[in-house]
């Protein structure tokens, strides 16, 4: 899929991102998700850049790749993209505990109230 803007997407940002964390080049996340190393580098650098959005069965690779839950790779808001990453690096029992505590948290009201225009107190 082609993207009229050649801005990157949030996408490709954050692929960009948790690939220069592990260290990686464009080509060898292409290889990883099974591109030929000929042309990996090109179709990586054109995901990131928002030239191409990869189909969905490619972003679950790349996603699986970068050791990232799908859903961080689309995510906009920094900070739930931060919650979704600490959560992915725990064990399964311990991520369902920890989400089963902060949904009770949450629909006990412990969790912030404010909407726009309102302050947290």
């Not at 699986?64 to 959560?87: Q, S």
Request: glycine residues 10%.
């Amino acid at each position: 899929m082609s993207r009229s803007s050649e801005s990157p997407s949030v996408l490709g940002r954050r692929m960009r991102a948790r690939r220069e964390e592990l260290g990686w080049s464009q080509e060898k996340v292409g290889v990883e998700i099974g591109i030929d190393e000929s042309s990996s580098r090109t179709r990586i650098s054109r995901y990131e850049s928002g030239i191409h959005e990869p189909p969905g069965p490619t972003a679950k690779a790349i996603a699986r790749a970068l050791k990232v839950p799908l859903a961080y790779l689309y995510c906009e808001d920094d900070g739930v993209a931060a919650l979704l990453l600490a959560l992915h690096s725990l064990r399964r029992e311990e991520r369902d505990a920890r989400v089963r505590q902060f949904v009770r948290l949450l629909a006990e009201g412990g969790g912030t109230q404010a909407g726009p225009g309102r302050m947290n107190r």
